[in-house]
């Protein structure tokens, strides 16, 4: 009979990878791997996971011997304390007697037979060693668990593995009859850099983990190895088995190859619940499936594949055929051009999280530089250089930008110049953010950080004192999300940068970049690590160079890439971007007032976006969930719906405020190119090339639950002539906001009445409640 080994540490990262086959291969003892047919694999000792494990060996060190220095129980022993543990014995001699406030370092916790037997695992087959939880605190009345991990964020496999211990340790307390409670309502996670542990509730995970263990497990361990289900995802290349299944994504087309199949949706289409023997696993199954009358349907009872039908085969054809296959999407953020283009890249250390190069580069723009281009790029030589290389790029990139405000302020509207930017993946988007948060926070960039982030706007801006007093429509493109909504590529797996310039090549400008392994991950276009820690470590100083080389290459391939991409769906665009300057703030002397500005704007702005997207969506997708509604005049004021919908649909779509546009591609244009935000309290449409519409009844048919005619007051805008009986239309949400300029006006008032109890409400909401 098979025996396997399993821990809390193993099962966490079965739950962060969510793969059954990471579980079943790593709980297979090593000297029986070779005869269950799973395949010998290399220890990994790259540079950055050495430092990434000196770094957590260094974390716990901080933890246990400074921050909780004299409050810890620490084994005896010499040479590091991540070596030491007390034995079971010892353990349990401890626990029973630590003072409130005092801790127990890696106590060892056994795995009794009968906490495996309570959830029906055999304990001659489900082997767990000693478990050693990294400490085990006495506060108010009963033991908690605390694991060290040097890590920025609490994740699934700390959760879970915390979890398990406190499982582990309250049963094993019972058994032995030590009358000393287990905190099982909560634990925490010691996270790098934090002052005190994160706390996280049990009682979900402990469900999670009863489920896995009485339901799960024992299929996952105990049935054929071939039937053990996988899938490839991002996370997957920090599993040293990822060689072994790429290969066989590679050789046996699984349907793993179509970029962002996530693993929920790889499991539905496995499992096949809409009949037996249709399971799907490689790409010739999923062609079939999609071929059969009703497969769209059985794609909307799984969240991220319903509406995913076409997309589905436009993904499927580019893989078959080698060809970037158009999809039906259009794009709202990609404009149709730009007087000047920028392109960023930033790049984060993964073992210390530090942003540690940064470039950009500018494309076009001779009439206002007197150059066609500029590129800059900065990478920290150490790490306490981090911060010198993110002050001179926030000083480079506001003078770039500085540049052409000052060239547009003195021009009239035709003479000034439109501006873009671009990055090529959401991970750079995420560290820009970042960059531009920490660049506010240090006094020798505050001015620059404050002047970039009052242009490259978010939520976050709104926690400070001072806030832009106009919103900007997609300051920052991401070419990845654009890429995905507009095309299908023959790029397998993710859209990896050297591979999607491969595929969509610009015509003006050829670029060529070789993805070698010693910079590019397989399933990331994040930067590996090895370089930087080689430099910071003064292995070899000169991979600085090296790395300000590769981040040139990065920027003049997303310059190419974002040409071949306009050039491939040019006719399908509807936005110009707007003419450059930076928001000046309000004119508001609160900045609770300020504040409030801010979001009310925001929010406006948001709002009309998220309806423009929903416009922008495929028309049989938008068709289907009542965002558009294709209509035929009839007389009168009534319309008939050439598609009745359902009654429950249409309540769910339902809008205050319509368009209504001719059935025909000027109409989708006219719809798509519709400013929301300008019009947002606008009676009437002007010259938007649209008509506005509301519904003043329906016509229902209640016994098949169908809308099946709308009566519409429609008014047209200037140039629209009047629809006539027998006329084909569309009707799609529009995006009101009638009290943004009313609350705006009203908010401008109260700044200039401090005394005004509505600020002191804002400012001290507790003292204002306080009873005369």
């Known amino acids: 009979m098979p025996r396997f080994n399993l821990s809390p540490s193993l099962i966490g990262w079965f739950f962060y990878h969510d793969c059954e086959r990471y579980l079943r291969y790593h709980a297979t003892p090593e000297q029986d791997r070779e005869s269950a047919g799973i395949p010998a694999v290399a220890i990994d000792r790259s540079p950055t996971t050495q430092a990434l494990l000196d770094a957590g060996i260094r974390w716990e060190e901080e933890v246990v011997s400074g921050r909780l220095a004299g409050r810890v129980r620490i084994p005896d022993g010499i040479g590091p304390l991540t070596d030491r543990s007390f034995s079971i014995e010892e353990s349990f001699n401890l626990l029973p007697h630590l003072s409130p406030g005092e801790a127990v370092y890696q106590a060892t916790i056994p795995v009794s037979i009968h906490f495996r037997r309570g959830y029906g695992l055999d304990p001659a087959v489900y082997r767990f060693s000693p478990c050693r939880p990294d400490l085990i605190r006495f506060e108010e009345g009963a033991l908690s668990v605390i694991d060290i991990k040097a890590s920025e964020d609490l994740s699934v496999s700390h959760r879970i593995q915390a979890t398990l211990y406190a499982m582990i340790l309250d049963h094993a307390l019972d058994l032995l009859g030590i009358d000393r409670p287990v905190d099982m309502e909560q634990a925490g996670i010691w996270l790098h850099g934090a002052d005190r542990p994160e706390p996280f509730d049990l009682h979900l995970n402990i469900r999670v ?25 991002p996370r997957c290349e920090y599993c040293e088995f ?61 969240g991220s594949l319903a509406g995913q039908g ?90 770039e930008l500085a540049t052409i405000h000052d060239y547009n302020r003195d021009r009239d509207w035709a003479g000034q110049k439109s501006v873009q930017t671009y990055v090529y993946e959401t991970c750079e988007e995420d560290l820009f953010t970042r960059v531009l948060e920490e660049a506010i926070e240090d006094p020798a960039t505050a001015k620059e950080g404050m002047r970039l982030r009052f242009y490259y706007q978010d939520s ?52 060529r970049l070789d993805p070698g392994s010693f910079f590019w991950y ?50 399908d665009l509807v936005r110009w971007p707007e003419k450059f300057q930076f928001p000046r703030p309000w004119d508001a002397a609160i900045s609770e007032i300020s504040r409030l500005l801010f979001i009310n704007e925001y929010e406006s702005a948001m709002g009309a976006r998220r309806v423009q997207e929903a416009r922008s969506g495929p028309p049989a997708l938008r068709i289907q969930a009542g965002t558009s509604i294709p209509l035929q005049k009839s007389e009168g004021n009534f319309w008939r719906l050439l598609h009745p919908l359902d009654l429950a649909v249409y309540e769910r779509s339902k809008s205050f405020a319509h368009l209504l546009v001719p059935d025909d591609d000027a109409g989708e244009e006219a719809q798509l190119a519709f400013d929301d935000l300008r019009y947002r309290d606008s009676p009437a449409p002007g010259r938007s090339g649209v008509c506005f519409a509301k519904v003043r009844d329906e016509i229902v048919d209640r016994d098949a639950g169908q809308v099946r005619g709308l009566v519409l007051e429609v008014a047209c805008g200037q140039g629209c002539p009047p629809f006539t009986e027998g006329d084909l239309a569309v009707l799609h949400p529009r995006f009101t906001d009638f009290t943004a300029p009313r609350y705006i006006n009203r908010l401008l008032n109260l700044d200039a009445q401090p005394e005004d109890p509505f600020i002191q409400l804002l400012r001290d909401p507790q003292g204002f409640a306080t009873p005369v």
């Open 460 to 511: 976050g801006i709104a926690q400070g004192s001072s806030h832009p007093g106009t919103t900007v429509s997609f300051p920052l493109v991401t070419l990845t999300r654009e890429i995905r909504r507009l095309l299908a590529l023959p790029v397998p797996f993710a859209l990896r940068l050297p591979e999607v310039l491969a595929a969509i090549p610009s015509s003006r400008f050829t670029y």
């Open 209 to 233: 983990i009863e489920d896995f263990f009485r339901h799960r497990l024992k299929g996952v361990l105990t049935c054929p190895l071939a039937d053990v289900p996988w899938h490839i995802t």
């Open 522 to 571: 397989e399933q990331s276009n994040a930067l590996k690590g090895d370089a930087i820690i080689m430099a910071w470590e003064g292995e070899r100083s000169e991979a600085a160079d090296w790395i300000s080389r590769e981040v040139s290459r990065r920027l003049l391939a997303t310059g190419s890439i974002l040409d071949g991409l306009r050039e491939r769906v040019r006719e």
């Open 242 to 302: 990822y060689p072994h299944c790429r290969r066989e994504a590679e050789t046996s087309a699984s349907i793993s190859q179509i970029p962002g199949l996530s693993s929920i949706a790889r499991r539905y289409l496995r499992e096949a619940p809409w009949g037996p023997g249709g399971s799907i696993n490689t790409l010739s199954d999923l062609e079939r499936f999609l071929e059969t009358p009703g497969s769209d349907r059985h794609l909307d009872d799984c």
């Open 310 to 399: 076409d997309s589905l085969r436009a993904a499927i054809r580019a893989l078959r055929t080698g060809e970037a296959v158009r999809k039906t999407g259009r794009s709202l953020a990609l404009p149709i051009f730009e007087d000047i283009g920028i392109t960023l890249t930033l790049q984060k250390d993964p073992v210390s999280d530090r942003v540690y190069a940064l470039g950009f580069r500018r494309l076009k723009g001779r009439e206002v530089y007197k150059t066609p281009s500029h590129e800059a790029i900065f990478v920290a030589r150490s790490p306490d250089d981090c911060a010198r290389v993110r002050r001179e790029f926030i000083r480079a990139l506001t003078a």
